[in-house]
């Protein structure tokens, strides 16, 4: 009698935290919600950002907002003082339950680090890189649902700098379920020099610029953190460049990329490159094949 009460009490203990687990499953990550980035004078980024990309400035507090879509932004911060290692402040991902994905990665071990909106939190990568979950539907103030000058409605990936492609594969793929896309290197056919991973629920993906020389200039440095902005047809966006008085050579410079998509790279005025990219390739990638689907005008929710 005595043994089996025991038993019972043991089950009752060890059933809630059964349940606890059982319910720590990772909440679905369907895209990329914004990318912030630094700049050293707000009104020079202004002039990039709504000048020539098209997107209407919306300043909160000390901070300039630029609404891509209904769902996505670009946000532009000031330069901390004592500067910043990357101008690319930190990526935003879209998630449809945010506080179960708190709870999933507080139970995997990972410092979360709050943010003054209620909607999103952060973490940081095993490179240092801030990534922030935010939830499905979330928008900041004065947020536009369109911008008729727009070159491109939709971020569709955010590219850093890479050390450890292994210490970050246990991140993005092992805790966060992120899937292989494509992968090549910038001249040859056999290296890596850049290796995408392609978020669980969606199309949009995060992008790891490996091989970087040591102590990179604030311009290689742009290039290699980066965020990228879809297009149907490039020679539409050069097109809207133009309209927007766009007159550097860069705004019509478009090229092959090495995953076989035409693709545009600007830069803001700190050196941060504004990629702009065809949704689909037009011709066979080198290196590896695509694993994964392309991105579209709508993202996925």
Request: aromatic share 8%.
């Amino acid at each position: 009698m005595k043994k089996a009460l025991f038993l019972l009490l043991a089950a009752a203990l060890v059933l809630p935290t059964s349940l606890q687990l059982g319910a720590q499953q990772r909440p679905a990550i369907t895209g990329i919600a914004y990318v912030r980035v630094y700049a050293t004078s707000q009104d020079a980024s202004a002039k990039f950002y709504d000048g020539i990309l098209g997107y209407p400035r919306h300043r909160v507090g000390t901070e300039d907002f630029y609404s891509v879509s209904d769902s996505q932004w670009l946000q532009v911060a000031p330069l901390p003082a004592g500067g910043s290692p990357s101008f690319l402040a930190a990526i935003a991902l879209t998630t449809r339950n945010e506080r179960g994905m708190e709870a999933y990665l507080k139970a995997h071990g990972q410092k979360i680090l709050p943010q003054k909106e209620k909607d999103r939190f952060g973490v940081l990568d095993p490179e240092g890189n801030l990534i922030l979950f935010v939830q499905q539907g979330a928008k900041h103030p004065g947020m536009a649902e369109s911008a008729p000058r727009a070159v491109s409605h939709r971020i569709i990936h955010a590219g850093f700098v890479t050390h450890d492609a292994n210490a970050e594969n246990a991140f993005y793929r092992d805790l966060l379920g992120f899937r292989p896309y494509w992968h090549g290197g910038g001249k040859s056919d056999t290296a890596t020099d850049y290796m995408s991973q392609q978020v669980p629920e969606g199309k949009d993906w995060i992008e790891y610029m490996l091989n970087v020389r040591p102590n990179p200039d604030q311009h290689l440095k742009g290039v290699m953190n980066h965020f990228s902005l879809g297009v149907t047809h490039m020679d539409a966006a050069v097109a809207q460049l133009q309209a927007n008085h766009c007159t550097d050579a860069s705004c019509t410079k478009s090229q092959m990329g090495r995953d076989g998509k035409v693709q545009l790279n600007l830069y803001d005025p700190d050196q941060t490159r504004a990629e702009l990219m065809e949704f689909t390739p037009v011709r066979e990638p080198c290196c590896s094949p695509y694993t994964g689907p392309q991105p579209t005008e709508v993202e996925d929710r």
